[in-house]
């Protein structure tokens, strides 16, 4: 059980930090220090002041940040190396002591999960901010906001339950981006 409970929560998290790294980094550093549920030792490296004052602080930019449309859109640019480099930090951490090709192994998946999640929040951004109007993007940014605190808490109590979550993310970014591709593929042989 301990094997599932660490990956689930490795995916979790790694997941949920290609949406909001910095939301990602607060929520393990505030359950490790106020023990929220009990977290294997490994998690007290995000039990710091200066990392959880840094992921706070950095959170309240990016929450104001992405309800601007095209600022998120740059903030998403930028951080399309930080993200995945968060989570593959996020994944070698929360797997604790371990041998260095599971390392190597766990720090490839999380930066794969973060690109992932990661991209399809990009993409859904760009394609918003084509809308004139900014309620979608506050809408976007609010919903996802949601949807890293929970994956994040739910990662914490139930590792499983976020596991099959982020398998199932994974499979609709597959899915919607095999379908995008068909479109362009289609639209591009109609123009020639």
Not at 84 to 92: N, S
Not at 114 to 140: C, D, Q
Request: zero cysteines.
């Amino acid at each position: 059980m301990d094997l599932l409970t660490t990956l689930g929560r490795t995916l979790g998290f790694s997941f949920a930090a290609g949406v909001n790294l910095y939301a990602t980094v607060a929520i393990m550093g505030l359950a490790s220090r106020y023990q929220w549920v009990a977290l294997p030792e490994q998690f007290r490296i995000f039990d710091n002041n200066w990392i959880i004052g840094a992921a706070l602080a950095m959170y309240v930019v990016e929450f104001v940040a992405d309800k601007i449309p095209w600022v998120d859109s740059v903030w998403d640019a930028v951080h399309t190396v930080i993200r995945p480099a968060g989570a593959a930090l996020i994944a070698v951490a929360s797997i604790g002591h371990a041998r260095p090709d599971v390392q190597a192994a766990a720090a490839l998946a999380g930066a794969a999960l973060a690109s992932s999640s990661h991209f399809a929040k990009a993409g859904t951004r760009v394609a918003a901010n084509t809308s004139p109007e900014p309620f979608s993007n506050w809408i976007l940014s609010l919903s996802e906001d949601g949807f890293v605190i929970a994956l994040g808490v739910l990662a914490l109590t139930h590792p499983i339950a976020a596991a099959v979550i982020v398998i199932a993310g994974v499979a609709v970014i597959l899915a919607s981006a095999s379908w995008l591709w068909k479109k362009l593929k289609n639209r591009r042989k109609r123009r020639r």
